[in-house]
């Protein structure tokens, strides 16, 4: 198979980047678009190019490390598929292939297709947790749990941090990302201590980081590879206005 | 001699007398306390936010972007605990027994027992964090059964077990981040350990981002970087899993427990051709409602639907009657690997055998099997692009987890004084053979549970001295560091670091897999030796070291796994005996099961660096509680 790759080249964060043309006709339509990318840097590489830089680790679609926009949809057009699943199947042969960082100013390009996006880790930081020290739980079975919300609750806890839905907002909104965090704890009854203040705290440092707000456009549920419901985030700004009330 | 300081007295009571008899740190004395730990997945991220919690200054290391990446996040599963939530039998000590027997009378009875007893509370540490686990109608936990035992204890989060237990545990590092307690360093990788009049005083990082080298010093160090899988190139672990921190540690003077001791999977999918980069699980949990077959006859190219019932073999129903498709992962992956080897194998490259759900989607109906594995079937759907629910998925054995890794004493120390090695990292638990919802659990028992007394222990029994970075063994660990940084990016040779690994996997995969001959090993080691001095002449490392280089960063975990890789060999060749994963064609009974040698190779075999050959020490084994049998599941 013959694909034609058109790739966002960038040396460190402050040189300008560029697009870049690869051709390869080594490809395999079982592949999956990183093993693409391996096949791609290894002959770069025998040429004496330096290979291109592109996050990833389990690839098998959970560590949230990979993910670069693919024809302008964030993780490709299979949906709810990170960029390590996605197979070369869903492509034509002899296909153009434009594949670009996310773009969102809260996310800095670090080299080609790699950005930064620790500003998610300290939303979590800012309280999405439940405050229990080692060695302090009461036994397991004596908080239940009724099943709906405990699987209402994973699924907003099935969020990977891969930033998808930051990259595919036209604001570059994070409130899918909050949101998923700020319903998983506060659908159990054992994040109803902190529901308020982890509220607060988490949207607070959203606003903080260079994030835009969220219009309801729905693009990052779409392109959300574990489909995380946009009802994540009514919920949030719910917890946010009431917490606010009970100042 | 090797002193494992296991507690003396009934076993039941062990830990706890320890507890009592181990030195604590006044709690306003913590913060004085400079703490490394290298790793932030189950064993690592439990670790550091714990001794947060109690208030040391700790500084957690990890080579991903987040903490919230580390591979834990990949298992699917489950996690045991002995909470006998379904009044079918379950108890501490069974834990405990299925264990040692699961391990092959390869582990330490003393550790075993530890990790059964802190079972029951990691769950209820999870519950509290807010862990999603599955629930019943009532409320309660949910449980499903798992490989090698008869009673129903593993706790779940859907397929993705792995990944909430290790939300929850980076959800707590991240409180300790926003308390101040613990300071993250992500993207950095551990690239030596430094020893100071023989204590672990620091190690020396390389910014993934900058290339800087740095030193940082503690007054202990703690390693939870996971195992080293990756040394066969294919396997289920994540692509940066690598054993450079442990590798480093043992040349340092660390001691390696039984590091030929790998588990392969029975489940994952099987190979699709020479690109591939990794392979994929498919959790073990799937064998509760699947069925293992392939066809009596060899050569069967007939669809799976058209091969009528008489003509299949379930030959693990067949062989094991009583655990059926629930035998221990090592026996399994044996089985499938016996009938490829006749030829009744499935798939385009006959390596592969059925796992069918057709039956239990019969009895419980689709939907229960879609709540039961929704997940696990849509990532098989996706990669396979076949529909696992209405034909068999097709799965192979793969390498998946190594049960061998530094050696620790009952404390979790190295024999180095104040370097602990914590989870997958150290060799402790699951001897020979680990069973299925194990490591789970003994990630977060190490991390929540052991080291926040055994570490407390180490520094106020030990004066240490004060040093900083400016002590002379800094500066020579940092200089050995560049040199080796050096040494790649000159060679400028002709082949890439894939290309290399992929060849030192293949060697290990063929001479220290599935099953081993003195034969093979040796000439395993051989072509190693050969492959790593071509290496180090022709690799070729492009870019440079003040930047963001992953074939760089590639280049150095390849050049220690082919140091490994020979030891790896070395100790399989050295024990003379077939024991849980590690089976050695020479030892088996008539029908082909694992044949030990209790009489004499009943010890862990802990590897001592030396520059040149490395030195066998012997930690004898003793049981006093399960008495060694030759496992039987049938």
Redesign the interface.
Known sequence: MKLTFHIWRQ??RNTPGRMERYQSDNM?P???M??AL??LN?EL??R????I?F???????????CGFMINGIAHGP?T??TVC?L?L?HFKDGENLYLEPWRARAFPV??DL?V???P??RI??????????????????T?????DD??A??DA??C??CGACVAACPNASASLFTGAKIS??GL?P??QPERDSRALRMVRQMNLESFGQCTNIGECTAVCPKGIPLAVINRMNGDYIKANWRK | MLDAKIPSGPIEKAWEKCQFEMKLVNPANKRKYEIIVVGSGLAGG?AA??LG?LGYNVKCFCF??????A?S??AQGGINAA?N?QNDGDSIYRLFYDTVKGGDFRAREGNVYRLAENSV?I????????V??????????SNRSFGGAQVSRTFY??G?TG??LL?GA???V??Q??AGTVK?F?RTEMLDLVVVDGRARGIVTRNL?TGVVECHVADAVVLGTGGYGNVYYLSTN???SNCTAIWRAYKRGAMFGNPCFTQIHPTCIPV??S????L??MSESLRNDGRIWVPLEKGDKRAPGQIPEAERDYYLERRYPSFGNLVPRDVASRNAKAVCDEGRGVGEHGLGVYLDFADSIRRLGEHKIRERYGNLF??YQ??T?EDPYKVPMRIYPAIHYTMGGLWVDYHLMSTIPGLFVIGEANFSDHGANRLGASALMQGLADG??VI?YTLGNYLASNKLDKIDATHPEFAAAQESVAEKTRLLLAARG?R?V??FHRELGKIMWDGCGMSRTAEGLESAIAKIRDLREQYWRDV?V??GDE??N??LEKAGRVADFFELAELMCLDARDRNESCGGHFREEHQTPDGEALRDDENYSYVAAWEYTGAEPKLNKEPLTFEYVHPSQRSYK
């Open positions: 040396k460190d395999n079982d592949m999956s990183l093993e391996d096949v290894e590489i025998l004496g190019e330096v290979p830089t996050e990833h680790d389990c690839r098998e679609g959970i560590c949230g490390s299979q709810q598929t699943q197979t199947r670090l080299r790699m930064d996006r620790s998610l880790d979590v930081a800012a309280g999405g947790y439940i405050s229990v020290p080692a060695g302090s739980a009461p036994d397991g079975n908080i239940p749990v009724p099943k405990a699987e609750s994973m806890a099935a990977i941090g998983h704890l159990l054992q994040g | 439990s936010a714990t919690e991903q972007d987040s903490p919230r990446r591979h996040i990949a909470k939530y509370k769950i209820d540490q999870c519950v509290a964090q807010g999603p686990f599955a629930r019943e109608y009532g409320g309660t936990l989060a859907r993705q990944q909430q939300l980076y959800q707590a991240e409180r981040v926003d993250m992500p981002v994540a692509k940066g699709s051709g690109y591939q980069s990794k994929t699980l849509e990532m996706r990669i692009d929540y549970f926040p002709t890439t894939d290309s070729r492009l870019g930047e963001i992953q074939s």
